[in-house]
């Protein structure tokens, strides 16, 4: 395999850098900041919008100067939905890469951006609004896949289903309770997610190197031209929220996986032959190159699986920041490619139940088939207790005629649960009202943000556009 | 040593369980049960004046009944705060535990306390209450640090100390800026913990195991008489939520030790004798079996270790659920250690650093001695900047003359940094209404869970002591 | 539950250490430390000989003081074995428990045992004594499961079981070939645990605080004293290896850990009456406190959780240690707790499969019953393929026509699979002396190691009793 | 940042599979599989030549169709080289994707190579034949470092340095001791690596799905082609290596990463103007896009991450097996981005820190500079103890009189340490044997295995070619 074995280089430098250093501290970041163009021309043209507010004679930039940048930045954003914008080695980052091209094309003006900020808060800032973005269609991703789950579950609220602890038959239940629970699941994590979202939507910038600057910015004009909740106060603990931000976020997905990847494992059982109490759609399954019979759930398998690399980048993550001294170090460069991929990988599992969701065949025969006498036994005892036997007692009667228990209808049994949460007694308008609340919060907060990304955006030029 | 090395003992059974198994399946749970006593005798208290209110002919049992387990759950709670109460090794748990002696000491009525719940839908409450206590004596710990840091950076507004990037010397900083800087991580962090708090306040009990019961229980009722904010709706989803609140309330833990392990790096670092910042108070070092010259920080290095160690607790809590089938799952039974050693190991750490802080000497002469003149060189740049410089050209011309950078006066160039979160720009006040804030709910919700549990605890009996 | 509230105490001091800070430094060493009793007294031994033979003159011990410090060794061990030695809070952690002990009985001849030796190296020391003794224990456990499972290959060597892919049914495979799977796989992670232990088969002391001493001490004597391999030649690496060592035993427990829980997962999943291959033995299951029918494989759902606490203890020790500045650092501490849960569980885990693999029933009927006609697709395919037809083009004939394929005899598919570690190919001889030769192995060392400590503890008054 | 919104695509199919799940089942396996491509050649040629050699009549293959087949795999092998060969979406792998371009060149003879193997026994075999090649460059690499240090160590045997415990002065050590601690730690290491290399160089080809072939296959002829040491023998356990043998390299990987970034923590800290003990060469450092004197240990500060990404990426290849069924599942494709990033990761900073041990400067005047008195104040104990005084006793009167310490010569404080490992008895040519060991097993090692492959991959052909 030697040919693949990559000389051992003498090693030259770039500039004043090995350029060994230069691979290995650039890492993948070139590649992955591509993800953050966006918000890398979004969170300079607020900078300059602000730089050029400043109380200073002469002022840091003009308006007309400004209108300039700000057009500019936009033919960035153009260039790379077109897929056109390149980030070289020698930039290092998307930050150094955009204050290139504007001194490239604006000469002395793009020297003048960079004022009053580094570029720890810049990739800071940058990744929040990223995050932003990417929160908003994750909830909402959410919502589809309870949505879809509620929609099974009220189809099947009234088919029987074994329900299992220790994975062994316990008690009757139904695919109504079973569906909702994944659903309720949901929307329980998305609590922990828009918390998440909360504490993102914070502005950063002002930080500089983490200690602030000698000269009379304006922290909250940025906060407000990007939409964003509220300023970080103290500039040093601005940047300690780096890395910290990204954890939470990674956090909030684990638990979104741990969620999904439990279900998965349902339906991986569950359409098992042994039990066939489903079909998945047959366009999700994949077969061998070996066995011409097979039909493989891989889907589940890999999101079962990726919830394992979810959870590990939010573990790796946590301990980079782990007692590292205050102030930036560079071991945060590392949070960057688990947080992308952490964030990607949950968005991806979530948006692939979703049709297998849809497309799930129920069989019912299979599901009433399994209902044997011993799932009822519970109930006896309970029968028993509602006449005046106590608990225990009646238990151990039951535990002792245990060959002797009959079967009973699954159906009546599931109807008779009438407490609230039991397979009688769920309240699916209480599940709707909660989502529409959902939709309705991503909703609003897009609005929000796109309003005030486009003011934001907007020159003389672009409103001449209009007109 | 094979002293020390266990027989290979026969097989023995107790019961029809082999002792062995017995052993390993109960683990360390007769300990650990221990600290759960109190929320189990206030769930029972609360399950139980539930069954009595069942429209049932003839009632589950009578108000008298009801007095009477009442009261012997407060005698059992009497003899735990005395060390009395024990858990056998045959009772298994602290639910079977309770069970016994009630049935031991009120025979019949102890029989039927049972009815309508499993030991699954118990521990899953207990867990619940111990947590809703243990979390606000918590945020409580982390805004008595939060004061302590807050009062430090008050009085060291305007002490001078080299802000550091990568550890190197960066800019002029404040110990006002960096203290205040970990205080605003604590209230950052109890955002975090104040959802785990809202998320953990709610009521399982009525899952039974996980699928309801053919009983008209009052799922709601029991979460009034607990103080609980809401009844977990779907049973199984209730069942679902174990582990998952745990991890929710490691997950914070987690990112609390962040925050604390960073300080704890800062003071380890800026006491050692090559920086002589800061003293730690004398009574918190320790010294050495073989060096007698030795005052080691041990405090603070164990906190960084144990913030890994509460780390890995939060990730296996994750792992264990990770995949696993619905219903409940016996592997459930290992998140309950991680889960009270990563609470205790959280508040301990938080505690022990209050005491370090408020008794840490400044040393004001060696911060100053570390200002050399390449600290003021961005302070340099951006002076010529405010005078109408392009920032990068600025750079690039200090950036030639390093050599010849002078040094500033350090205090003046803190005051000189006034934009809001800068060394002169720290809203004191804001963080004091803040950190009032959390006090208040603290102190509200700890009223309303103890007023709860003092009328759930009330016989007819108590009121009499009243009298 | 106020009443658990610990009190917020005043700071009082226990000689120069605030109390609090001693309880935080010290956790729970003082019971963890009683596992390293034995250990702390062999190598406190080795240590008192190695000084008395120093060139010094006076002797810094004589000979008669030797023997005295060995006789109240061997009286700390005898009280340890009888549960009456103590190691007290002011003591701290065992080292200092024992030399105070020494003091107390032995007057100025306790005051010079520690010299030219610190507790880091101590604890060092210790570890590896305690797990050399665990780690023979360990490999024997291991050999003992694996002839568990040997023979119960042996005996369904030709008991056909649906081999499966994707938890789906895949093709014929056998009782044999699934229970020797699992043995090589035990014989393949004792290679890692070997190795493990040959890491660990070394002499750290000598070391000091990391830095050596200006004294004659002859490590080597130590070494050969102790029956260790080798001594580790740097005394700053020494230092380094402790809680590498540990780790290492970790990763090692890891493997062992993944092999284990699969097979109880296994376990599980047969044993489901779903699938009804296997029965589990039934003083191994455990009931339900509310359903009496029951009977549930908690051992084998708790090894699975265990496995993940075994390797989250593993990912935690390498977190405390990555990053950490050369020399001792207290952060080491932590790293006991996990080290010697993670080594007991592996253990018990290890131990309780055994009896119930030996306990297995297998149900022949049930495994035969799940070979329906797709099971052999495949077989049809490589027979095409023998009789010259392409593999790919038999596959895709044999996959076009699945609705007819016949249903063969499973007895005679794993019959025809004769090649080398399939079905019909199974060495079980190789097997054999494999594990011969680790048996052989384990006894060699054990051997040696107690005749070097029965050599190292006897003195003229112990030689005097065997006459 | 809408435009970065992928549209919810309508759902489309793919032969018979969903397009989304096509692209979530591929995940990153296109791009990944083409590190693989040689050795996927190299186990399929051996593969050809062990089915052309079975006894059946026709022959699978003939000796002139195995000539073409392994002539075509080396036309693919040098298409790779050049960059030329790709795997298509809709290949999956780099198997179908050599298997495709051989039946798009050969017919008929590329139908038949997948006789008697499946994709899982081919990429077990093919990651293997990877590893085994890029261990021991690994191995190399580490030796490389060791080197490095050694010189270094040798070269500053004498130069004294501060020994410290709890990062906190101690006592004397010297710049030898310190780096040559780092030595021997790779050394250690590397026997961890080696057994990851041992375990990892066995065939595992032959287990077809998991469960064997009813073919004559000869998989002891596969392994001796392919220069592997050994057959797995159990097929079913050759599939259960799958992810384990890939955790273990990760393990080993994890033992490496946490030598490294302790070395690097000690480069950072010794670095530091505050100690000013080394200088890093100055082409290793990097500088800030804000403050312009900055040169920053970046490279150092990154390996200290990167070790935490190669811990997380063991950690959660090992949970992705953990209680995972026997068989092959598809969640074992996730083990391989974090397999193949672990290993490049490892090797990039292995191979980075040693142009900067070679580089780095020696402050031999800031090193004795730091020699306060105290650092002495245990060498004054045991000068009293070698006169006779009890250990205990002059450590107390050492500790009484600490502020009386006189400083005395570092010099001859570290050359009166002569004991083994000691800073005056380090054995260099010890050191230098052991690496030599080392050097010449790879040596060894490499040359079998590249006689195997040019041996297999020689056909008449290219016989000829060296006529």
């Not at 050029?52 to 260039?79: C, K």
């Not at 929000?448 to 003389?460: P, Q, R």
Request: negative net charge.
């Amino acid at each position: 395999l030697s040919n693949r074995e990559e000389a051992r280089s003498t090693p030259t430098t770039v500039g004043a850098i090995a350029s060994d250093a230069l691979a290995y501290t650039a890492g993948r970041d070139i590649e992955l900041d591509l993800e953050l163009v966006v918000a890398d021309c979004l969170g300079t043209a607020a900078h300059v919008r602000m730089l050029a507010g400043m109380p200073l004679e002469p002022p840091i930039l003009t308006p007309a100067e400004v209108d300039q940048v700000i057009r500019e930045l936009g033919a960035i954003m153009e260039d790379h939905r077109m897929g056109r914008f390149e980030i070289q080695l020698a930039d290092q980052d998307i930050h150094l890469a955009v204050e290139r091209r504007l001194t490239e094309r604006l000469g002395d003006v793009g020297m003048r951006i960079h004022t009053g900020r580094s570029r720890n808060d810049q990739v800071a800032l940058d990744l929040r609004l990223y995050a932003k973005d990417q929160l908003l269609g994750w909830i909402e991703d959410m919502a589809n896949l309870t949505a879809s789950l509620l929609r099974l579950a009220r189809q099947e609220e009234a088919t029987p289903m074994v329900g299992r602890t220790h994975m062994q038959k316990a008690m009757p239940s139904s695919v109504g309770l079973w569906a909702s629970a994944f659903a309720e699941g949901l929307q329980d994590d998305t609590v922990v997610v828009t918390t998440a979202y909360e504490l993102n939507d914070r502005n950063p910038l002002g930080s500089a190197a983490g200690y602030g600057v000698p000269l009379p910015i304006d922290r909250g004009r940025v906060t407000r031209s990007l939409g964003l909740r509220r300023t970080i106060h103290n500039v040093l603990h601005a940047g300690h929220t780096r890395g910290k931000n990204e954890a939470a976020i990674l956090q909030a997905a684990g638990q979104v996986m741990i969620t999904l990847s439990r279900l998965s494992q349902d339906l991986i059982l569950f359409s098992m032959p042994e039990f066939g109490y489903f079909s998945l759609p047959a366009e999700f399954g994949t077969g061998s190159s070996i066995m011409p019979q097979k039909n493989n759930p891989d889907v589940l398998e890999l999101l079962r699986a990726r919830a394992a690399r979810v959870l590990g980048h939010g573990a790796t993550v946590l301990e980079i920041l782990r007692g590292s001294a205050s102030g930036y170090n560079r071991d945060l460069q590392e949070v960057k490619q688990p947080f992308l991929e952490g964030i990607a990988m949950t968005r991806s599992s979530t948006r692939i139940l979703e049709p297998i969701i849809d497309g799930l065949l129920v069989h019912r025969d299979a599901l009433e088939r399994a209902f044997t006498a011993e799932v009822f036994a519970t109930d006896h005892v309970l029968d028993q207790v509602a006449r005046g036997m106590p608990f225990r007692e009646a238990y151990h009667r039951v535990k002792a005629g245990l060959d002797d228990l009959s079967r009973q209808d699954p159906r009546e049994a599931i109807a008779r649960k009438r407490h609230e949460g039991a397979t009688a007694g769920l309240d699916f308008d209480a599940y709707d009202r909660r989502l529409e609340e959902i939709r309705l919060f991503v909703r609003e907060e897009r609005e929000g943000f796109e309003h005030a990304v486009s003011s934001l955006m907007e020159t003389d030029g672009s409103k001449g556009h209009h007109h």
